[in-house]
């Protein structure tokens, strides 16, 4: 059996060997775990993959020729909640699980959207700038701060994540209201929020969090049209996807005055290549983050231990032992 650890060089660096162990330990030591480091050429992928049976990976693409190029694959775990990157339709059609993990990173997330808001809020970079490379002690060099207990928070997607946001604002004294057309009511009220709609929370928010998995339905929720429709310069902060967000558009709303600022921790492109070209960058009142919301030590390691136990269960043939899977297939096949 091979199994396939296909991702970015940045991915990548973290302690494989605990990968490694856990295949061998559940698969058997004649397992064979490869590596491989992806650099844009997807026919060194498909190489790669070609007599896997497995596939593990974080942000790596899978569309419908790469996956159809390997024809013993019976599964693809993601290290990650989302699975936007890969086409999972493609994968059912193929005969291959696609799966997910689930409840692993909550608390970092949820802690390092507010810190978000409170660094984009409270003017930090532009603070800290001022002072490292100009040498200037001057607090009244930027206005339109916020006082956060005078402030509503708008959360876009109130999920586990979402509500763990909502926990921590109200702490700061913040009104928080959410748009979530699938969160009950009950669990809302329960969280101490109430729902509104789009609209409404566009209009009415001082901050706007994006904390929702992204759908075909919601990409670029927020467009030129949403950023018209604000009307109190919130602070924006998203730590989902980079799709969310219409980035032309954001820097529209930035350059016009129309938002205060944004604390992004996701990009629509977060190559190398495009993080040098983004015109979000180098601007005071733009904070970015590398896709670490994340990121703990605890965090990382469950994360690991979940995609890899979903891999197992599949090529073991234990469907209703994987965490999350995102498309019909049955697995029981890969116990014969």
Same mark, same amino acid.
């Given at each position: 059996m091979k199994i396939a650890i296909c991702d970015y060089k940045e991915p990548?660096?973290?302690?494989?060997?605990?990968? #490694? #162990?856990?295949?061998?330990? &559940?698969?058997g030591e004649n397992t064979q775990v490869e590596v491989y480091e992806h650099h844009g050429d997807n026919e060194a992928l498909k190489n &790669? *993959?070609?007599?896997?049976d497995g596939v593990l990976t974080s942000y790596?693409?899978?569309?419908?020729?790469? *996956?159809?190029?390997a024809p013993n694959l019976k599964g693809i775990s993601i290290e990650a909640t989302g699975y936007n990157y890969v086409d999972a339709d493609a994968a059912q059609r193929h005969g291959t699980a696609v799966a997910v993990i689930g409840e692993y990173c909550t608390q970092e997330v949820?802690?390092?959207?507010?810190?978000?808001?409170?660094?984009?809020?409270?003017?930090?970079?532009? !603070?800290? #700038?001022?002072?490292?490379? #100009?040498?200037? !002690?001057?607090?009244?060099?930027?206005? $339109?701060?916020i006082r956060l207990d005078d402030?509503?928070? $708008? *959360?876009?997607?109130? $999920?586990? *994540? $979402?509500?763990?946001?909502?926990h921590r604002a109200q702490a700061f004294g913040l009104t928080v209201i959410a748009y979530d057309p699938y969160c009950p009511p009950q669990a809302a009220a329960d969280a101490g929020v109430r729902l509104v709609s789009k609209e409404e929370l566009l209009r009415t928010s001082d901050i706007i969090t994006l904390n929702m998995l992204l759908t075909p339905e919601n990409e670029h929720i927020l467009d030129d049209n949403a950023f018209s429709m604000m009307q109190r310069r919130p602070v924006i902060v998203n730590v989902s996807r980079g799709q969310l967000i219409d980035e032309a558009a954001l820097v529209r709303a930035l350059d016009s005055g129309r938002i205060f600022g944004a604390g992004l921790d996701v990009l629509e492109d977060e190559s190398d290549a495009g993080v040098a070209a983004s015109p979000l960058v180098g601007r005071d009142n733009v904070i970015l983050t590398p896709h670490s919301a994340f990121y703990s030590d605890k965090a990382l390691y469950e994360c690991q231990r979940i995609a890899c136990r979903n891999l197992i269960h599949i090529l073991r043939g234990e469907g209703d032992d994987v965490f999350r899977m995102v498309n019909d297939v049955d697995v029981s096949v890969n116990s014969r």
């Amino acid at each position: 059996m091979k199994i396939a650890i296909c991702d970015y060089k940045e991915p990548l660096n973290r302690d494989l060997d605990l990968e #490694r #162990r856990f295949f061998t330990e &559940a698969l058997g030591e004649n397992t064979q775990v490869e590596v491989y480091e992806h650099h844009g050429d997807n026919e060194a992928l498909k190489n &790669a *993959i070609k007599d896997a049976d497995g596939v593990l990976t974080s942000y790596l693409e899978f569309p419908k020729d790469v *996956i159809e190029s390997a024809p013993n694959l019976k599964g693809i775990s993601i290290e990650a909640t989302g699975y936007n990157y890969v086409d999972a339709d493609a994968a059912q059609r193929h005969g291959t699980a696609v799966a997910v993990i689930g409840e692993y990173c909550t608390q970092e997330v949820a802690t390092h959207t507010i810190a978000l808001v409170l660094a984009v809020a409270r003017s930090l970079k532009h !603070y800290d #700038r001022q002072i490292e490379y #100009r040498h200037s !002690y001057d607090w009244n060099s930027t206005s $339109g701060m916020i006082r956060l207990d005078d402030s509503t928070l $708008g *959360i876009m997607g109130l $999920g586990k *994540i $979402g509500r763990a946001v909502a926990h921590r604002a109200q702490a700061f004294g913040l009104t928080v209201i959410a748009y979530d057309p699938y969160c009950p009511p009950q669990a809302a009220a329960d969280a101490g929020v109430r729902l509104v709609s789009k609209e409404e929370l566009l209009r009415t928010s001082d901050i706007i969090t994006l904390n929702m998995l992204l759908t075909p339905e919601n990409e670029h929720i927020l467009d030129d049209n949403a950023f018209s429709m604000m009307q109190r310069r919130p602070v924006i902060v998203n730590v989902s996807r980079g799709q969310l967000i219409d980035e032309a558009a954001l820097v529209r709303a930035l350059d016009s005055g129309r938002i205060f600022g944004a604390g992004l921790d996701v990009l629509e492109d977060e190559s190398d290549a495009g993080v040098a070209a983004s015109p979000l960058v180098g601007r005071d009142n733009v904070i970015l983050t590398p896709h670490s919301a994340f990121y703990s030590d605890k965090a990382l390691y469950e994360c690991q231990r979940i995609a890899c136990r979903n891999l197992i269960h599949i090529l073991r043939g234990e469907g209703d032992d994987v965490f999350r899977m995102v498309n019909d297939v049955d697995v029981s096949v890969n116990s014969r």
